[in-house]
Nanobody
Framework: VQLQASGGGLVQPGGSLRLSCAAS????????RGWYRQAPGKQRELVAA??????NYAGSVKGRFTISRDNAKNTVYLRMNSLKPEDTAVYYC?????????WGQGTQVTVSS
């Protein structure tokens, strides 16, 4: 599975961004998709995930971020509202199969005035 992420950028506190992650390859084998992020000096953390059973969010983003998918486009989105400076990080899209995990290239999200 190959993943292509897009949509990062610079935004002011309180602003919004939408990240996109398009998948190609063995789409049928994917069990879960989502987004991780890694801030400088911190470990990579799961932000949001989506499976056939539903969605899951990190506590720090619950109520502000929404993960969704368009199966026709093999694309997962992360809508980020009410952004805070602590949301600044490199965001990585992720897909999980039974055999392996795939990662997209990171996209930088910077929240600053």
């Amino acid at each position: 599975v190959q993943l292509q992420a897009s949509g990062g950028g610079l935004v002011q506190p309180g602003g919004s961004l939408r990240l996109s992650c398009a998948a190609s390859g063995s789409i049928f084998s994917i069990n879960a998709r989502g987004w991780y992020r890694q801030a400088p000096g911190k470990q990579r953390e799961l932000v949001a995930a989506i499976t056939s059973g539903g969605t899951n969010y990190a506590g720090s983003v619950k109520g502000r971020f929404t993960i969704s998918r368009d199966n026709a486009k093999n694309t997962v989105y992360l809508r980020m509202n009410s952004l805070k400076p602590e949301d600044t990080a490199v965001y990585y899209c992720w897909a999980s199969t039974r055999q392996y995990d795939s990662w997209g290239q990171g996209t930088q999200v910077t929240v600053s005035s």
